[in-house]
């Protein structure tokens, strides 16, 4: 069986996390933390199938390429959300200090996976004489030509994220949705694939701009009780 670029490097992402699981949480709260792990997995791969069809379903003729392949990073992350709810209220376990745990390890995970997503053609970026690189994607028109590679900035920008965060104490989610957010806002103007949304925007700006909006009402929620106080 053949593996895939993005498999590969995806898979190295996962070791990665386990790497770094290993060494950054305690040893008597490992067993916990593991079961926590296949929650929000199962979740993240349930959350980015499901995404994955409810935007793709107008341009995909074959059902059955839907079922078997694509993936939406957003639908998975709101997937794995879920999964760690879930684990949480069925454990009885604080949801916070448990997404304390797991949330470094979604942009260390998803750096790996940019990377097989340039590596295997997709998810590429518009054409450009600036910043760019001769790129060969059998996903787009032309195959190969100067494209931004906007695969390796998400890359690099996760990689970042991920440093920030392992010595971040504040609320390490809301940190990481609402950096993402605005970084996956401004990057999407620099895609090339197909259109992926409505009214200008792409699935993942609408999707930023909502996160946004719950955060920001979040942050004067908060804000309003610490007065009370």
Request: aromatic share 18%; net charge positive; hydrophobic share 45%.
């Amino acid at each position: 069986m053949q593996v895939t670029d993005y498999a590969l490097w995806t898979l190295i992402g996962l070791g990665a996390c386990l790497v770094y699981g290993a060494f950054s949480i305690p040893k008597q709260h490992r067993e916990q933390a593991l079961y926590l792990s296949i929650y929000a997995a199962v979740g993240a791969l349930i959350g980015a199938k499901l995404l994955y069809v409810a935007v793709s379903f107008h341009v995909v003729e074959n059902l059955l390429d839907l079922i078997s392949s694509g993936f939406v990073y957003y639908g998975g992350l709101m997937g794995a959300i879920a999964g760690t709810y879930l684990y949480c209220r069925e454990y009885h376990r604080n949801f916070y200090l448990m997404s304390q745990v797991l949330v470094p390890m979604i942009p260390l995970f998803h750096s790996f996976a940019r990377i097989g997503c340039f590596f295997s053609g997709c998810c590429f970026g518009v054409e450009s004489q600036f910043f760019s690189i001769e790129y060969l994607s059998p996903y787009a028109d032309p195959p190969r030509c100067d494209r931004i590679p906007v695969q390796l900035m998400e890359a690099a920008a996760e990689g970042s994220l991920f440093l920030f965060l392992h010595f971040y104490r504040g609320n390490k989610l809301f940190c990481y949705m609402g950096s993402y957010a605005v970084f996956r806002f401004f990057i999407e103007f620099l895609r090339g694939d197909l259109a992926r949304g409505i009214f200008v925007l792409s699935t993942s700006q609408w999707i930023s701009i909502f996160v946004g909006i719950v955060l920001f009402y979040q942050y004067k929620k908060q804000r309003r009780y610490r007065k009370k106080l």
